[in-house]
């Protein structure tokens, strides 16, 4: 068990500009989640799949925001003209999805972007 | 809809004493609840859930939590402190329709003094 791999582990980048952070879930897990977590808040939910299919999006994941999962293993959040309320640390965590309570959600050690 | 408010933004104890971290939940249903922590450069670490068994529950390094139906309440608790407690906790429930998808709070950040 590697845990939960995001890649870069920070970014800078400037106003305007597009980023993708990509995501590697503990290889047998089907689900995977992405949150945002802002500067002195929770993590908050944007997204998530099950296998290769995007089950569920957040309001907060506007247009500029495109998240896929190609064949059911990693996973890309993409973020087009970024602008400076994108700021955040991206967290992903996967889960062996059980369908029952037990659920229980490995996360990764996150993407700090800052938009200059 | 589901949501958690932790009651302390900040707590500070002494190492050694019992550290008390305060969290409320509002769910129209019966809630899974958790409390995660996490350590600077770290990722999010599960401590302890519950999803409608004990009440009291145990969790990783001498926490653990009570579920307090009566009082909508998931207190975390540990009885003495360790330098290494220093860090941010969230309480957390979980939507009913996907058990991963989950309502975090504002976090409680602990700071502990020798």
């Known amino acids: 068990d590697t845990g939960v791999s995001q890649d870069p582990r920070h970014k800078i980048t400037k106003r305007g500009q597009n980023v993708t952070f990509r995501c590697d879930p503990i290889s047998e897990h089907n689900r995977l989640y992405w949150y945002r977590q802002t500067l002195g808040q929770g993590p908050e939910f944007l997204t998530y799949?099950?296998?290769?299919?995007?089950?569920?999006k957040s309001r907060l994941l506007s247009d500029r925001f495109s998240a896929e999962r190609p064949k059911g293993s990693f996973s890309t959040l993409e973020i087009q003209r970024t602008e400076q309320g994108d700021s955040a640390m991206y967290l992903c965590?996967?889960?062996?999805?059980?369908?029952?309570?037990?659920?229980?959600?490995?996360f990764g050690s996150g993407t700090q972007l800052s938009v200059l | 809809a589901q949501s958690v408010t932790q009651l302390d933004s900040h707590v500070s104890v002494s190492e050694g004493t019992p550290v008390l971290l305060r969290c409320n939940y509002s769910s129209s249903y019966s809630p899974s609840l958790f409390w995660y922590v996490q350590h600077p450069n770290k990722g999010l670490q599960l401590l302890l859930k519950y999803t409608s068994a004990a009440t009291l529950v145990k969790g990783i390094n001498g926490f653990e939590a009570e579920f307090k139906k009566s009082e909508t309440s998931f207190h975390l608790t540990k009885p003495s402190a360790h330098m290494s407690d220093a860090a941010e906790y969230f309480c957390v429930v979980s939507d009913e329709d996907s058990w991963g998808k989950l309502q975090f709070g504002a976090g409680t950040q602990v700071v502990v003094t020798p």
């Open positions: 965590a996967s889960s062996l999805a059980l369908g029952s309570r037990n659920e229980k959600l490995f």
């Open positions: 799949f099950q296998n290769e299919a995007q089950l569920e």
